[in-house]
């Protein structure tokens, strides 16, 4: 209990600070435009949303001379090619028949192209759309000397469902946690999309993550190497979300199944960082790693948790949680400014959603070994 409390308590200490935080307008701090970046956008088979992301990007407020977009049509049947060609993309074509998923297709396409024509790579999905000033925020806080920036994930689709609102639900949180995490000079976490990346990391740190969350996994390993992400919330990217429950249990059972990897295989590690940095006087290395520890397995803990205050509590536990995870989020929401209507209206739904977590929670971290993967279907 007394450990529960202390990952709990951590967290809330971060939300409460994040309530107080403003976020800058869309497109601010903006840059000059100095940096020459390469996008790159892993797609399997996205021929209903690749070509209006390409049009997104090529739209972006950036000197065009300085800005390539590079689509990888990993193991295409469609005509991803085809498409992200017509709409101003270069294709990079793979076919591999063991190796799928986009952090294989990221580490084969880094190897094709010349990375030190480029100060930085940009890594999107192929469902998003990003602000026409997304791409000058990146290259602001690159030529301000960071390495590694994380954009704001926004919820496209957050009025299509209650799945997809509490989806907009979660990635508030979490970016509301990201700017706290920055503001008090932490680590920011990646997000798996609308993220920049200095080639001088590539080339130093390298990408070699194997997991299934890529996004998480890449931290941890920033972290070990002394680096830090920095968050961007100016830099809005807007994602697609699942509409449908299946397709949400099935994308959220990899991301348990990563995350329990990561967990196995980086928490010990992140540890011995942070006694190593604190012997060497690394104040500042020893919080981020401790910090990595608190997030890392924040999943396991809540699975806990739950079995914890059912055992104590017993059903009237669900009824507590269901009203208290739509006051949290209420919270967040009035903090973000939120004027999406159907979104408002689906936060009774909140408590509910939470609950779908912990099947899946307690399955992934059992069959964490799988390394399959599925591609979450998208909406033109």
């Known amino acids: 209990m007394a450990i529960l409390f202390l990952y709990y308590l951590y967290h809330l200490v971060f939300f409460m600070v994040s309530l107080g935080i403003s976020r800058p307008a869309p497109g601010t701090p903006g840059g000059a435009g100095l940096s020459r970046l390469a996008v790159f956008i892993p797609a399997h088979d996205e021929e209903t949303v690749i070509y209006q992301t390409v049009q997104s990007i090529l739209a972006s407020d950036y000197p065009k001379g300085k800005l390539d977009v590079f689509v990888i049509a990993d193991n295409c049947a469609d005509r991803t090619e085809e498409l992200a060609q017509n709409a101003g993309a270069r294709v990079l074509r793979r076919e591999h028949k063991t190796l799928?998923?986009?952090?294989?297709?990221?580490?084969?396409?880094?190897?094709?192209?010349?990375?030190?024509?480029?100060?930085?790579?940009?890594?999107?999905d192929a469902d998003n759309r990003v602000e026409p000033g997304f791409i000058r925020v990146m290259d602001r806080h690159l030529t301000a000397g960071h390495?590694?920036?994380?954009?704001?994930?926004?919820?496209?689709?957050?009025?299509d469902s209650w799945i997809t609102a509490n989806y907009a639900y979660m990635f508030w949180y979490m970016c509301r946690l990201q700017m706290a995490r920055t503001r008090l000079g932490l680590s920011a976490w990646l997000a798996g999309t609308g993220l920049c990346i200095s080639t001088e990391i590539i080339r130093r740190v390298g990408w070699n993550v194997k997991t299934l969350v890529d996004d998480v996994e890449y931290t941890c390993q920033l972290l070990l190497a002394g680096e830090r992400v920095v968050f961007a919330p100016g830099a809005v990217v807007y994602d697609q979300k699942p509409v449908g429950l299946r397709d949400s249990m099935k994308q959220r059972l990899r991301w348990i199944r990563g995350q329990t990897q990561v967990t196995m295989r980086y928490v010990p590690r992140l540890a011995f960082q942070v006694l190593r940095s604190w012997v060497r006087g690394d104040v500042a290395g020893a919080l981020r790693?401790?910090?990595?520890?608190?997030w890392v397995p924040m999943h396991l803990v809540v699975l806990g948790s739950f079995?914890?205050?059912?055992?104590?509590?017993?059903?009237i536990y669900f009824v507590s949680a269901i009203l208290s995870v739509p006051v949290l989020y209420f919270l967040l929401m009035a903090a973000e400014k939120t004027t999406n209507v159907r979104a408002w209206a689906y936060l009774a739904t909140a408590g509910m959603f939470y609950f779908t977590w912990i099947p899946i929670t307690a399955y992934g971290a059992v069959t964490h070994g799988k390394q399959g993967w599925w591609r979450t279907p998208h909406q033109p």
């Open 307 to 315: 079995i914890t205050s059912l055992l104590m509590h017993g059903p």
């Open 147 to 159: 390495k590694v920036v994380q954009g704001y994930v926004e919820t496209k689709n957050p009025g």
């Open 289 to 294: 790693a401790f910090d990595g520890i608190m």
């Open 100 to 124: 799928r998923g986009k952090q294989h297709a990221l580490a084969w396409a880094f190897k094709q192209i010349d990375l030190e024509k480029y100060q930085g790579v940009i890594v999107l």
